[in-house]
Each structure stands twice: as C-alpha cells, then as structure tokens.
C-alpha cells in the first residue's frame, strides 16, 4: 500500500540558511499534519492542513511557513535555521477531517543544522 | 489542555516474558487513543487505537483498552520477542485533531 511520501529524507544546513522539507500524503488523503521530533523527545505539533486550508497551528515558530497544494502534498519552509532546529520532522495524512481518523506518519526527514 | 503520561523507561526484558507500558490521558471531551511504534532509525508506525470508552485494540499480540474511568490506555503483551525492540508512544487525538503524545517508553528485548 502507498504509503506518506517525505523528502529529502536527510538534509544538512548552515546557521541561518533557508530549507524546504516537502510531504506527499497517501492517495485521496486530504488532511495534512506536520510534527517535530527533537533528539530523545517526544513529536510535538507544528501545524495542520485540511483541504488546502490551515486548519490548526501549534508551537511552530514565526520563521516557518507551511502551505497545502492543489494536488494535496505539503512543503513546510524553515528560514534562519538555528541549531536548534535540528530534529526529525514528521508529515503525516489523514483521510478524512475527523476525530477518529487514524494518522499515517511518513519515514521523516532529518535536519542537521550546523 | 491535552497531555498524555507514559510510564518512562528504558524498559528491559527477557524473550517472552510480559509486557505493560502505562498510559493514562488528560482531556476534555472524548479522545481517541493511540499507541504508536517507533524502530531504530525510522519513522512512527501505528501499532492500535481505540476511539471510545472500553474499545480494546489489539494489533501482533499488543493490546490496550480504552478505559475512562481511570483515563488510561495500557499497552500489553503476553510475550515479547526481540524484534519488538523499540520506543512507545502513547498518543491521544482530541477535539483540535491534533496529536498529542507521551514522552515515549524504551523497550529493549533481550534473547
């Protein structure tokens, strides 16, 4: 079965340096959810996507930006990366907007900022 | 607001012997539960969920039930193997969709 499609899967950058990690959900999945994984911690939310729209925000900082496509994959921009932004970032889908559907997470992409 | 504590690790335990993993939630309403599964180096996989008060779910001999009395989703099972070496999430979904999870349970499996 398809499954959530991320890349890069790893990514290297500089201190203050600009990244795009880019989120392919699984097919007629229209729901779109971005997590954060720091080193030995637990995945905390950043922000969610239903149908294009923004549909909720958490902890995600003013130097990230996230949009939905028309054709439901998902980018999530990082500009001035600091060394704390180093961690691996989930995307996960969902077929449907609702409180008992299942989340599928993607492999992740590892970001090291140097 | 929501929270999820986990019973920390690391946990360590012989081929075969049993498992729990405790799990009890903080919400308002009525969330879904999840446990969540995540090996060395690679990325969450969903191991069960349930989403209404006393739904057991179960998934390659895990087991947990939803349990709002005592708000809590325990993971078991009746006999660990090896290759079930890795870290635990509990997870809760709420209102808002989000995911909310635990901070995670180290299990190591030794033969």
């Known amino acids: 079965a398809a499954g959530v499609i991320q890349s890069p899967r790893h990514l290297i950058k500089e201190k203050r340096e600009t990244a795009t990690l880019k989120c392919y959900p699984i097919p007629r999945h229209d729901t779109v959810y971005w997590y954060q994984q720091g080193p030995g911690q637990d995945p905390q939310f950043l922000i969610s996507f239903y149908e294009k729209m923004q549909s909720d925000k958490g902890s995600i900082p003013d130097r990230f930006s996230a949009q939905q496509f028309s054709d439901y994959h998902s980018e999530l921009n990082m500009s001035s990366l600091e060394l704390g932004d180093s961690a691996l970032y989930f995307c996960a889908s969902s077929p449907q907007f609702g409180r008992g559907e299942t989340q599928y997470f993607g492999p992740g992409t590892r970001l090291l900022v140097l | 607001g929501n929270s999820v504590t986990q019973m920390e690790g690391p946990v360590t335990l012989s081929e075969e012997a049993f498992l729990t993993i405790n799990c009890t939630y903080t919400?308002?309403?009525?969330?879904?539960l999840f446990w969540y599964v995540q090996y060395p180096g690679e990325g969450l996989q969903l191991l069960l969920k349930?989403?209404?008060?006393?739904d057991k779910g179960s998934n390659k001999g895990f087991e947990a039930t939803y349990r709002k009395e005592t708000t809590s989703f325990h993971l078991e099972k009746g006999s660990v193997q090896v290759s079930d070496s890795a870290v635990y999430f509990c997870a809760l979904r709420g209102s808002n969709y989000k995911l909310t999870f635990g901070k995670g349970t180290l299990l190591t499996v030794n033969p």
């Open positions: 919400a308002t309403g009525y969330p879904s």
């Open positions: 349930a989403t209404k008060a006393d």
